[in-house]
């Protein structure tokens, strides 16, 4: 008997610090929420090369992060920016943005300038 309410103890106190814990971020996010009621769009780019094998992984962790922070579904868009990717990757990528409106897979459509700078290019652009 004495084991299971120690146990009984335990647990109350991980819960109790799990509530704290998910107060705390509650309090933060209201702390840096937006004081401007003025809503934006903003876009995220996501640069595609060559065979990537963990490319439906990473936009349902976006998709998944960002409709996890109460953002409307119209207001942010994943492009895929086409930077030579292979048939399967592509293929994935257009299965992924018929299921999921807000992702678009984009080609050339940066200029070379914005386009180095947003996949971290190494080569410097003139």
Known sequence: MTWL??????????????????????????????????????????????????????LRQLL?????????PGRYQILCLDRGMDSETRTICEKMAKQYPMIRIVEGILPKEISAIVCKEEKKVV
């Open 64 to 72: 998944s992060h960002y409709q996890g922070d109460r953002i409307p």
């Open 5 to 58: 309410l120690f146990i009984g103890k335990i647990l109350f106190v991980l819960l109790a610090i799990w509530g704290l814990v998910s107060l705390g971020h509650t309090v933060v996010r209201w702390m840096l929420r937006s004081v401007s009621q003025k809503e934006r769009d903003f876009f995220l780019v996501v640069c595609v090369q060559g065979h990537d094998e963990e490319i439906e992984y990473l």
